[in-house]
Protein backbone atom coordinates (compact mmCIF):
# COMPACT_ATOMS: atom_id res chain seq x y z
CA UNK A 1 0.00 0.00 0.00
CA UNK A 2 3.17 2.46 1.16
CA UNK A 3 4.55 1.42 -2.44
CA UNK A 4 1.79 2.32 -4.44
CA UNK A 5 1.06 5.32 -2.54
CA UNK A 6 5.25 6.58 -2.82
CA UNK A 7 4.88 5.91 -6.53
CA UNK A 8 1.48 7.95 -7.22
CA UNK A 9 3.81 11.11 -5.01
CA UNK A 10 6.32 10.43 -7.42
CA UNK A 11 4.47 10.10 -10.50
CA UNK A 12 2.44 13.87 -9.08
CA UNK A 13 5.41 15.68 -7.75
CA UNK A 14 6.78 14.97 -11.35
CA UNK A 15 3.74 16.40 -12.96
CA UNK A 16 4.89 19.52 -11.14
CA UNK A 17 8.46 19.18 -11.11
CA UNK A 18 8.62 18.40 -14.80
CA UNK A 19 7.39 22.04 -16.72
CA UNK A 20 9.97 23.58 -13.99
CA UNK A 21 12.66 21.37 -14.85
CA UNK A 22 12.93 22.95 -18.76
CA UNK A 23 15.00 26.08 -18.54
CA UNK A 24 16.51 27.70 -21.33
CA UNK A 25 18.88 30.52 -21.75
CA UNK A 26 18.24 33.28 -23.31
CA UNK A 27 21.11 32.43 -26.29
CA UNK A 28 19.13 29.03 -26.86
CA UNK A 29 15.75 31.11 -27.07
CA UNK A 30 17.18 33.38 -29.80
CA UNK A 31 18.65 30.38 -31.39
CA UNK A 32 14.87 29.29 -31.45
CA UNK A 33 13.77 32.63 -33.06
CA UNK A 34 16.68 32.53 -35.45
CA UNK A 35 15.05 29.07 -36.43
CA UNK A 36 11.81 30.39 -37.02
CA UNK A 37 13.17 33.28 -38.92
CA UNK A 38 15.67 31.59 -41.56
CA UNK A 39 12.25 30.16 -43.13
CA UNK A 40 11.60 33.67 -44.05
CA UNK A 41 13.32 34.68 -48.00
CA UNK A 42 16.05 37.26 -47.55
CA UNK A 43 16.37 36.62 -43.76
CA UNK A 44 19.97 38.46 -43.08
CA UNK A 45 20.01 37.64 -39.33
CA UNK A 46 19.58 40.16 -36.19
CA UNK A 47 20.39 43.53 -35.48
CA UNK A 48 20.15 44.80 -31.64
CA UNK A 49 21.02 48.07 -33.43
CA UNK A 50 17.69 47.57 -35.03
CA UNK A 51 16.23 46.05 -32.13
CA UNK A 52 17.09 49.07 -29.84
CA UNK A 53 14.66 51.16 -32.58
CA UNK A 54 12.02 49.07 -32.46
CA UNK A 55 11.77 48.81 -28.68
CA UNK A 56 11.61 52.68 -28.43
CA UNK A 57 9.01 53.36 -31.40
CA UNK A 58 5.55 53.72 -31.00
CA UNK A 59 4.63 51.89 -34.23
CA UNK A 60 1.61 54.73 -35.06
CA UNK A 61 0.09 53.36 -31.82
CA UNK A 62 -0.05 54.89 -28.37
CA UNK A 63 2.81 53.01 -26.50
CA UNK A 64 6.06 51.43 -27.29
CA UNK A 65 8.18 48.96 -25.69
CA UNK A 66 9.97 51.72 -23.50
CA UNK A 67 6.66 52.85 -22.10
CA UNK A 68 6.56 50.77 -19.35
CA UNK A 69 10.09 48.91 -19.70
CA UNK A 70 11.95 52.32 -19.69
CA UNK A 71 14.31 53.68 -22.43
CA UNK A 72 17.10 51.41 -20.91
CA UNK A 73 16.27 47.75 -19.93
CA UNK A 74 18.73 47.63 -17.06
CA UNK A 75 16.22 49.94 -15.43
CA UNK A 76 12.94 48.28 -13.51
CA UNK A 77 10.08 49.89 -15.17
CA UNK A 78 6.89 50.34 -14.45
CA UNK A 79 3.03 49.76 -15.45
CA UNK A 80 1.80 52.40 -17.67
CA UNK A 81 -1.75 51.67 -16.24
CA UNK A 82 -1.18 50.22 -12.45
CA UNK A 83 2.37 51.58 -11.86
CA UNK A 84 3.26 48.27 -10.46
CA UNK A 85 6.79 47.98 -10.53
CA UNK A 86 8.48 45.71 -13.54
CA UNK A 87 11.64 43.67 -13.17
CA UNK A 88 14.70 44.75 -15.61
CA UNK A 89 14.44 43.02 -19.02
CA UNK A 90 17.84 43.18 -19.76
CA UNK A 91 19.51 39.44 -18.93
CA UNK A 92 22.02 41.10 -17.72
CA UNK A 93 20.43 43.10 -14.75
CA UNK A 94 17.84 40.30 -14.51
CA UNK A 95 19.29 36.74 -14.71
CA UNK A 96 15.02 34.97 -14.61
CA UNK A 97 14.58 37.25 -18.10
CA UNK A 98 14.38 34.65 -21.20
CA UNK A 99 14.43 31.36 -19.69
CA UNK A 100 11.30 30.13 -20.23
CA UNK A 101 9.84 29.37 -23.63
CA UNK A 102 6.42 29.35 -22.68
CA UNK A 103 6.46 32.61 -20.67
CA UNK A 104 8.38 34.45 -23.50
CA UNK A 105 5.79 33.33 -26.02
CA UNK A 106 3.09 34.56 -23.70
CA UNK A 107 4.76 37.80 -23.18
CA UNK A 108 5.69 39.05 -26.66
CA UNK A 109 2.37 38.06 -27.93
CA UNK A 110 0.55 40.19 -25.67
CA UNK A 111 3.07 43.23 -25.25
CA UNK A 112 3.29 42.92 -29.41
CA UNK A 113 -0.08 42.67 -29.27
CA UNK A 114 -0.49 46.05 -26.77
CA UNK A 115 2.31 47.96 -28.65
CA UNK A 116 1.31 47.24 -32.61
CA UNK A 117 -1.74 45.97 -32.49
CA UNK A 118 -0.23 42.59 -34.22
CA UNK A 119 1.82 39.84 -33.33
CA UNK A 120 6.13 40.50 -33.78
CA UNK A 121 7.52 38.60 -36.38
CA UNK A 122 10.47 36.24 -35.49
CA UNK A 123 12.61 39.21 -37.34
CA UNK A 124 11.62 41.76 -34.60
CA UNK A 125 11.48 39.20 -31.62
CA UNK A 126 15.05 38.33 -32.51
CA UNK A 127 15.93 41.88 -33.12
CA UNK A 128 14.98 42.88 -29.95
CA UNK A 129 16.24 40.17 -27.88
CA UNK A 130 19.68 40.58 -29.22
CA UNK A 131 19.39 44.21 -28.07
CA UNK A 132 18.08 43.01 -24.79
CA UNK A 133 21.37 40.19 -24.80
CA UNK A 134 23.33 43.38 -25.61
CA UNK A 135 22.10 45.75 -22.75
CA UNK A 136 24.39 46.26 -19.89
CA UNK A 137 27.05 44.50 -21.58
CA UNK A 138 30.48 45.15 -23.26
CA UNK A 139 29.33 44.33 -26.38
CA UNK A 140 30.01 46.01 -29.55
CA UNK A 141 28.17 44.84 -32.25
CA UNK A 142 29.39 44.14 -35.82
CA UNK A 143 27.05 46.30 -39.27
CA UNK A 144 23.87 45.63 -39.75
CA UNK A 145 24.41 44.99 -43.07
CA UNK A 146 27.07 42.74 -42.98
CA UNK A 147 25.66 39.48 -43.76
CA UNK A 148 26.21 36.10 -41.28
CA UNK A 149 27.76 34.56 -44.00
CA UNK A 150 30.50 37.08 -44.26
CA UNK A 151 31.24 37.31 -40.23
CA UNK A 152 31.49 33.46 -40.13
CA UNK A 153 34.09 33.57 -43.12
CA UNK A 154 35.75 36.49 -41.16
CA UNK A 155 35.75 34.63 -37.53
CA UNK A 156 36.64 30.97 -38.91
CA UNK A 157 39.69 31.70 -40.11
CA UNK A 158 40.70 33.86 -37.07
CA UNK A 159 39.41 30.76 -34.79
CA UNK A 160 41.91 28.12 -36.85
CA UNK A 161 44.59 30.90 -36.27
CA UNK A 162 43.94 30.88 -32.20
CA UNK A 163 43.58 27.24 -32.22
CA UNK A 164 46.92 26.60 -33.98
CA UNK A 165 48.82 28.99 -31.34
CA UNK A 166 47.16 27.61 -28.94
CA UNK A 167 47.77 23.65 -29.32
CA UNK A 168 51.66 24.80 -30.59
CA UNK A 169 51.82 26.43 -27.22
CA UNK A 170 50.41 22.91 -25.30
CA UNK A 171 53.14 21.04 -27.49
CA UNK A 172 56.14 23.45 -26.34
CA UNK A 173 54.85 22.88 -22.79
CA UNK A 174 54.20 19.25 -22.61
CA UNK B 1 -52.78 27.17 -5.52
CA UNK B 2 -49.61 29.37 -5.59
CA UNK B 3 -49.20 32.33 -6.12
CA UNK B 4 -46.05 34.58 -6.53
CA UNK B 5 -43.69 35.03 -3.59
CA UNK B 6 -40.65 36.88 -3.11
CA UNK B 7 -37.91 34.12 -2.66
CA UNK B 8 -34.77 36.54 -4.03
CA UNK B 9 -34.24 39.88 -2.18
CA UNK B 10 -32.36 42.40 -3.89
CA UNK B 11 -29.00 42.41 -2.78
CA UNK B 12 -28.92 38.95 -4.11
CA UNK B 13 -30.03 39.50 -7.35
CA UNK B 14 -27.73 42.26 -7.29
CA UNK B 15 -24.98 40.49 -6.12
CA UNK B 16 -25.76 37.93 -8.67
CA UNK B 17 -26.14 39.90 -11.67
CA UNK B 18 -23.08 42.71 -11.17
CA UNK B 19 -20.65 40.19 -10.34
CA UNK B 20 -21.63 38.24 -13.56
CA UNK B 21 -21.00 41.11 -15.83
CA UNK B 22 -17.82 42.26 -13.58
CA UNK B 23 -16.58 38.51 -14.46
CA UNK B 24 -17.42 39.05 -17.91
CA UNK B 25 -15.82 42.51 -18.11
CA UNK B 26 -12.49 41.31 -16.27
CA UNK B 27 -12.58 38.12 -18.46
CA UNK B 28 -12.44 40.15 -21.76
CA UNK B 29 -10.05 42.65 -20.61
CA UNK B 30 -7.62 40.20 -19.21
CA UNK B 31 -5.38 39.82 -22.64
CA UNK B 32 -4.08 43.27 -22.85
CA UNK B 33 -1.71 45.39 -20.84
CA UNK B 34 -3.72 48.36 -22.33
CA UNK B 35 -6.95 47.27 -20.38
CA UNK B 36 -5.35 46.30 -17.43
CA UNK B 37 -6.85 49.15 -14.89
CA UNK B 38 -10.42 48.59 -15.63
CA UNK B 39 -9.79 44.37 -15.24
CA UNK B 40 -8.32 45.73 -11.80
CA UNK B 41 -11.41 47.83 -11.49
CA UNK B 42 -13.99 44.89 -12.17
CA UNK B 43 -11.65 42.41 -10.36
CA UNK B 44 -11.93 44.73 -6.92
CA UNK B 45 -15.94 44.78 -7.07
CA UNK B 46 -16.21 41.18 -7.71
CA UNK B 47 -13.96 40.25 -5.13
CA UNK B 48 -15.84 43.08 -2.38
CA UNK B 49 -19.54 41.59 -3.96
CA UNK B 50 -17.79 38.43 -2.96
CA UNK B 51 -17.11 39.29 0.27
CA UNK B 52 -20.52 40.77 0.86
CA UNK B 53 -22.27 37.94 0.07
CA UNK B 54 -20.29 35.43 2.46
CA UNK B 55 -21.36 37.72 5.07
CA UNK B 56 -25.05 38.00 3.63
CA UNK B 57 -25.17 34.11 3.33
CA UNK B 58 -24.56 34.23 7.57
CA UNK B 59 -27.43 37.50 8.03
CA UNK B 60 -29.05 37.60 5.20
CA UNK B 61 -32.76 36.64 4.29
CA UNK B 62 -33.83 32.53 4.12
CA UNK B 63 -33.02 31.77 1.05
CA UNK B 64 -29.81 33.80 0.61
CA UNK B 65 -28.60 32.03 3.43
CA UNK B 66 -26.07 29.34 3.28
CA UNK B 67 -27.68 27.06 6.11
CA UNK B 68 -30.75 26.73 3.59
CA UNK B 69 -28.65 25.42 0.64
CA UNK B 70 -26.04 23.61 2.42
CA UNK B 71 -26.74 19.46 1.36
CA UNK B 72 -25.21 16.41 1.35
CA UNK B 73 -23.50 14.25 -1.50
CA UNK B 74 -26.41 11.64 -0.82
CA UNK B 75 -29.13 14.62 -1.95
CA UNK B 76 -27.06 16.08 -4.69
CA UNK B 77 -26.56 12.49 -6.28
CA UNK B 78 -30.32 11.89 -5.93
CA UNK B 79 -31.53 14.77 -6.85
CA UNK B 80 -29.51 14.60 -9.94
CA UNK B 81 -30.67 11.43 -10.91
CA UNK B 82 -34.21 12.71 -10.58
CA UNK B 83 -33.63 15.74 -12.95
CA UNK B 84 -32.11 13.49 -15.43
CA UNK B 85 -35.17 11.22 -14.98
CA UNK B 86 -37.43 14.04 -15.24
CA UNK B 87 -38.69 13.83 -11.55
CA UNK B 88 -36.77 16.00 -9.98
CA UNK B 89 -38.49 17.68 -6.81
CA UNK B 90 -39.10 21.51 -6.97
CA UNK B 91 -36.92 23.47 -4.45
CA UNK B 92 -38.19 26.71 -3.70
CA UNK B 93 -34.58 28.01 -2.93
CA UNK B 94 -31.40 26.82 -4.55
CA UNK B 95 -31.55 23.17 -5.59
CA UNK B 96 -28.56 20.62 -4.64
CA UNK B 97 -26.81 20.59 -7.59
CA UNK B 98 -27.72 24.51 -8.23
CA UNK B 99 -26.39 24.86 -4.49
CA UNK B 100 -22.66 22.87 -5.57
CA UNK B 101 -22.62 25.29 -8.09
CA UNK B 102 -22.85 28.08 -6.20
CA UNK B 103 -20.22 26.66 -3.51
CA UNK B 104 -17.85 26.26 -6.57
CA UNK B 105 -18.47 29.73 -8.16
CA UNK B 106 -17.75 31.44 -4.99
CA UNK B 107 -14.44 30.02 -3.79
CA UNK B 108 -13.50 30.52 -7.59
CA UNK B 109 -14.62 33.96 -7.48
CA UNK B 110 -12.50 34.36 -3.87
CA UNK B 111 -9.35 32.47 -5.40
CA UNK B 112 -9.74 34.64 -7.95
CA UNK B 113 -9.80 38.15 -5.95
CA UNK B 114 -7.10 36.94 -3.85
CA UNK B 115 -4.66 35.82 -6.45
CA UNK B 116 -5.35 38.73 -8.12
CA UNK B 117 -4.71 41.48 -5.74
CA UNK B 118 -1.16 39.45 -4.94
CA UNK B 119 -0.21 39.74 -8.80
CA UNK B 120 -0.63 43.65 -8.20
CA UNK B 121 2.49 43.50 -5.86
CA UNK B 122 6.06 44.41 -6.85
CA UNK B 123 6.83 41.14 -6.26
CA UNK B 124 4.73 37.97 -6.68
CA UNK B 125 5.80 34.33 -7.98
CA UNK B 126 5.07 32.48 -11.79
CA UNK B 127 2.40 30.64 -9.93
CA UNK B 128 0.12 32.72 -8.81
CA UNK B 129 -0.70 33.67 -12.13
CA UNK B 130 -1.01 30.23 -13.10
CA UNK B 131 -3.47 29.89 -10.72
CA UNK B 132 -4.87 33.07 -11.58
CA UNK B 133 -5.97 31.54 -14.85
CA UNK B 134 -6.45 28.32 -13.89
CA UNK B 135 -9.39 29.57 -11.27
CA UNK B 136 -10.67 31.27 -14.21
CA UNK B 137 -10.75 28.56 -16.64
CA UNK B 138 -12.60 26.29 -13.40
CA UNK B 139 -15.31 29.28 -13.30
CA UNK B 140 -16.08 29.03 -16.86
CA UNK B 141 -16.53 25.40 -16.72
CA UNK B 142 -19.03 25.60 -13.54
CA UNK B 143 -20.56 28.76 -15.84
CA UNK B 144 -21.68 26.26 -18.11
CA UNK B 145 -22.85 23.81 -16.60
CA UNK B 146 -24.31 26.55 -14.36
CA UNK B 147 -26.36 27.88 -17.17
CA UNK B 148 -27.12 24.46 -18.49
CA UNK B 149 -28.94 23.65 -15.02
CA UNK B 150 -30.89 27.30 -14.76
CA UNK B 151 -32.40 26.12 -17.81
CA UNK B 152 -32.69 23.02 -17.49
CA UNK B 153 -34.50 23.34 -14.26
CA UNK B 154 -36.62 26.41 -15.69
CA UNK B 155 -38.04 24.18 -18.57
CA UNK B 156 -38.94 20.66 -16.00
CA UNK B 157 -40.50 22.72 -13.48
CA UNK B 158 -42.01 25.54 -16.10
CA UNK B 159 -40.55 28.65 -14.17
CA UNK B 160 -38.57 31.36 -15.64
CA UNK B 161 -35.86 31.35 -13.61
CA UNK B 162 -33.58 34.20 -15.00
CA UNK B 163 -36.79 36.01 -14.49
CA UNK B 164 -37.16 34.92 -10.86
CA UNK B 165 -33.30 35.92 -10.48
CA UNK B 166 -34.19 39.93 -12.10
CA UNK B 167 -37.90 40.30 -9.94
CA UNK B 168 -37.29 37.83 -7.09
CA UNK B 169 -40.57 36.29 -7.69
CA UNK B 170 -41.45 33.05 -8.11
CA UNK B 171 -44.73 30.55 -8.09
CA UNK B 172 -44.96 29.87 -4.13
CA UNK B 173 -47.06 29.00 -1.05
CA UNK B 174 -47.42 32.59 0.13
CA UNK B 175 -46.13 31.12 4.13
CA UNK B 176 -42.97 30.22 2.18
CA UNK B 177 -42.43 33.96 0.85
CA UNK B 178 -39.54 36.18 2.63
CA UNK B 179 -40.85 39.28 4.24
CA UNK B 180 -38.05 42.12 3.06
CA UNK B 181 -36.60 42.34 -0.08
CA UNK B 182 -34.02 45.06 1.50
CA UNK B 183 -34.27 47.01 -1.81
CA UNK B 184 -32.02 50.00 0.37
CA UNK B 185 -29.80 47.62 0.84
CA UNK B 186 -28.94 46.94 -2.67
CA UNK B 187 -29.10 50.55 -3.43
CA UNK B 188 -26.53 51.13 -1.58
CA UNK B 189 -24.65 48.04 -3.25
CA UNK B 190 -25.13 49.69 -6.39
CA UNK B 191 -23.82 53.36 -5.56
CA UNK B 192 -20.60 52.07 -3.55
CA UNK B 193 -20.31 50.00 -6.63
CA UNK B 194 -20.43 52.83 -9.33
CA UNK B 195 -18.59 55.21 -6.96
CA UNK B 196 -15.57 52.72 -6.38
CA UNK B 197 -15.51 52.41 -10.57
CA UNK B 198 -15.63 55.81 -11.21
CA UNK B 199 -13.13 56.74 -8.50
CA UNK B 200 -10.42 53.86 -9.68
CA UNK B 201 -10.65 54.45 -13.39
CA UNK B 202 -10.63 58.35 -13.41
Redesign the interface.
Known amino acids: MSRVLLSLGLVVTSIFVAPTAQAETPAEILAMIKAEASATAGFQGFSAARGETFFHAKHGGEWSCSSCHTDNPMNEGKHAKTEKLIKPLAPAANAERFTEVKKVEKWFKRNCNDVLDRECTAQEKGDVLSYLMAAGTKHVEAPSAAPVAAQAAVVAPAAAVVHKAATAKKKATS | MSQKILVWDAPTRVFHWVQALCFLGAYLTS???????IH?ALGYILFGLIVFRLLWGFIGTRYAKFSSFVYGPSKIISYLVALFKDKAEHYVGHNPVGSVAIWLLLSGGLTLGVTGVML???DVA?IVEDIHGYATNAMLAVIAVHLLGVFMSSFLHKENLVRAMITGFKPGEASLGIKCAYNWLAAVMLLIVVGFGVYYLK
Do not use: P
Open positions: DSEKTRDVLQDD
